[in-house]
């Protein structure tokens, strides 16, 4: 009995420990933007998980397996760098597909384990809802990160993207450019 409680006295004694030891935590972003226009229409411009062209940050899209879960794409940014993606889902009775990227360079995009989602709804009217929502860790997985690769950090860059490209998704759409 005395070992007993010796024993759970010690497993207790290391709580405290494994509460503070504890990595980062899931990031999650979500945007939306209303486009002035059917999700047909819509869909048609962002539907093929090979073309990101409606993308302001990328310069090239390469890619195999079209739109089949496990196609792949690089995206070559404007900036510099690459970002590597695979398909898990692809809806398009549901107008909605779902990725990953794997093995992303922090210093590219400061994310880790990421994935997202995009879908269009109809909102109305000639209307639609276009929502991106995406799931991962800080760049810097290790307690302590720099700046740059915080969680603050991270979500300040997934959630720029997004809310830069659905706003040029927006006008390109409405405008008919």
């Known amino acids: 009995m005395?070992?007993?409680?010796a024993l759970g006295l010690a497993a207790l004694a290391l709580v405290p420990v494994a509460a503070f030891a504890h990595g980062p935590s899931r990031q999650k972003v979500t945007e939306t933007v209303e486009i002035n226009a059917p999700p047909a229409k819509v869909w048609k411009v962002i539907g093929n998980f090979q073309d990101m062209s409606w993308v302001p940050a990328v310069a090239k899209t390469e890619g195999k397996g079209g739109n089949e879960p496990k196609a792949t794409r690089t995206l070559t940014l404007k900036g510099g760098g690459q970002i590597h993606e695979e398909l898990d889902k692809y809806l398009p009775e549901k107008m909605t597909y779902k990725y990953e990227m794997h093995h992303p360079d922090p210093k590219?995009?400061?994310v880790n384990d990421y994935s997202s989602m995009i879908s269009v709804t109809p909102e109305g009217d000639d209307k639609s809802k276009v929502m991106w929502r995406g799931a991962f860790y800080r760049g810097y997985m290790n307690n302590d990160p720099p700046p740059e690769l915080n969680d603050e950090?991270?979500?300040k860059a997934v959630s720029g993207?997004?809310?830069?490209t659905l706003d040029a998704l927006k006008k390109k759409i409405e405008s008919g450019s």
Not at 161 to 164: A, K, M, P, Q
């Open 108 to 110: 590219v995009f400061p």
């Open 2 to 5: 005395v070992r007993a409680l």
């Open 153 to 155: 950090a991270s979500k």
């Open 161 to 164: 993207l997004y809310r830069t």
